[in-house]
């Protein structure tokens, strides 16, 4: 099964910004980049999961959660195996551990966010955000 990788987490200040990388690999025979969307998730303190945003690989459709849209950006890099996420404008509640994961392998990935079921991830970059 694909392995994922991220990096790029750290100490911001509030309005600053941070990129995370997410390199996926060890895709099974038969299986491409192409065969998957990728999601970044956080997890904070006490609270459950929020999918930050996903990426379809294919076509580069994208969904961000309301709580960063206009902040984040997610794109990929087909070449690379990557996705990368990049956020401004951080806030203090944006806080967490960022984890990225693969929904796939599909023959077609379901565009509606909510039908995807992601089956592996990362173990996760903390991100810290100062007041």
């Known amino acids: 099964e694909v392995e994922l990788v991220e990096s790029g987490g750290g100490l911001v200040q509030a309005g600053g910004s941070l990129k995370l990388s997410c390199v996926v690999s060890?895709?099974?025979?038969?299986?491409?980049?192409?065969?998957?969307?990728i999601g970044w998730f956080r997890q904070a303190p006490g609270k459950g999961n929020e999918e930050v945003s996903s990426?379809?690989?294919?076509?580069?459709?994208?969904y961000y959660a309301d709580s960063v849209k206009g902040r984040f950006t997610i794109s990929s890099d087909a070449a690379k195996n990557t996705v990368y996420l990049q956020m401004n404008g951080m806030k203090p509640e944006d806080t967490a551990v960022y984890y990225c994961?693969?929904?796939?392998?599909?023959?077609?990935?379901?565009?509606?966010?909510?039908?995807?079921?992601?089956?592996?991830r990362g173990r996760g970059t903390q991100v810290t955000v100062a007041s």
């Open positions: 994961a693969a929904a796939g392998p599909y023959r077609v990935v379901p565009r509606p966010p909510e039908e995807r079921v992601y089956r592996r």
């Open positions: 060890r895709f099974p025979l038969g299986d491409t980049f192409d065969h998957y969307a």
């Open positions: 990426i379809i690989t294919e076509d580069g459709s994208t």
